[in-house]
């Protein structure tokens, strides 16, 4: 099979390379892939911005059918479709032990197209069948296939942010990660979600509206965005904010935009310090979370949510391509002139 492969540490060095096909070892799944998410990770990737063991083929956002097991997986059999985080956690370190698998603190752990293990970007790939959940019915592949961002945002929306049926809710940033975050949050029983963002995501407001964001700011032509939500909210301002788009400014408007006893959750990463007062914590007591990765129940609420049809995420996938066109695929990314970009060719 041919892989898009990260062949060697730097910046750039990816090409489709042939492979051997994977075979399962005896705890392991053989997935076919169906389709799979190119991720701003595979960016920092190939930019050399990220952890990742090279040569290794990337791709960590994928779902499929599974067409071998080894000896000893009972839980699956060839035919089911499946859906798995990109890390096998071990299991037995402390992080694991208290129930923080996402930050499992093994040395030579396999993470999924980044390190000791090859990734979706393939027709084929060999998972732990520990890591790996059923696809329920009526959740096509192709939504399944954005599942792993889903489940993160699961986890730092659901487990970490207290909302409220009819809380208001401001969501920073309408990319893959906002977007999610405003159906999540309206999943919750959100009475109003305001979406905010810059002039250049005003396409990405469209898409916001269609999966129930009420409102959309841009931050950078309204003259009082604070204003805006405080209108919203008769003055007292938002119940909770969701910080998704990295912005180092937006974490202070996030302290702005968020009510006296509010929350803040930060989603979005910023690679670099952020300037920023801290006082309005201490003076409006609010409360802060942070969150990484996914945990197994994560995964099962994402599907839990998809299968119900609490959330559709289908207006998220934007563009559908084949392997073979990556490169216009890491372009339409790199421009952000995408939301999710599948691959759902990968011969
Ligand atoms: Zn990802
Ligand atoms: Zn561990």
Redesign the pocket.
């Known amino acids: 099979m041919r892989g898009l492969m990260k062949t060697a540490r730097g910046v750039g060095l990816l090409e489709l390379r042939e492979v051997d096909d994977p075979k399962p070892k005896r705890n392991e799944v053989l997935i076919e892939v169906a389709a799979a998410g190119i991720c701003g990770t595979d960016i920092h990737i190939k930019y050399d911005q990220a952890f990742y063991t090279p040569p290794v083929i990337l791709g960590h956002e994928y779902s499929g059918k599974v067409i071998g097991v080894g000896e000893d997986v009972t839980s699956f059999t060839p035919g089911d479709r499946v859906v798995s985080p990109a890390t096998a ?9 208290t129930g923080h ?1 996402n930050r ?3 040395k030579d ?1 396999r993470i999924l197209g980044t390190s000791n293990a090859n990734g979706a970007f393939a027709k084929y790939l060999v998972v732990p069948d520990y890591i790996v959940h059923h696809v329920p019915k009526g959740v096509s592949l192709e939504e399944a296939a954005l599942a792993e961002p889903f489940a993160c945002v699961v986890h730092s929306v659901i487990d970490k942010t207290p909302i409220c049926p009819g809380d208001v809710v401001v969501v920073q940033g309408p990319g893959t990660m906002g977007l999610m975050a405003t159906q999540i949050a309206k999943s919750m029983g959100a009475g109003k979600v305001i979406v905010t963002g810059v002039t250049a995501d005003n396409w990405r407001f469209d898409i916001a509206k269609k999966i129930g964001a009420d409102l959309t700011i841009d931050v950078q032509s309204e003259s009082d965005p604070v204003g805006i939500v405080n209108a919203e909210t008769d003055g007292r301002g938002a119940d909770a904010v969701i910080e998704a788009s990295g912005a180092c400014v937006a974490c202070t408007q996030a302290l702005d935009f968020v009510k006296v006893a509010g929350h803040v959750t930060l989603l979005g990463v910023r690679g670099q310090p952020a300037n920023i007062d801290l006082d309005p914590i201490i003076v409006k007591e609010l409360t802060m979370s942070g969150t990484w990765g996914t945990l197994p129940s994560s995964w099962v609420t994402t599907l839990r949510l998809m299968s119900s049809h609490k959330v559709d995420v289908s207006p998220l996938i934007t563009h559908r391509i084949s392997l073979r066109e990556w490169e216009k695929g890491f372009e339409l990314m790199e421009s952000q002139k995408a939301i999710k970009i599948l691959f759902v060719e990968l011969e």
């Not at 956690?89 to 032990?97: A, L, N, P």
């Open positions: 956690y071990c299991g037995k370190c402390h992080q694991c032990k698998m499992c603190t093994a752990k």
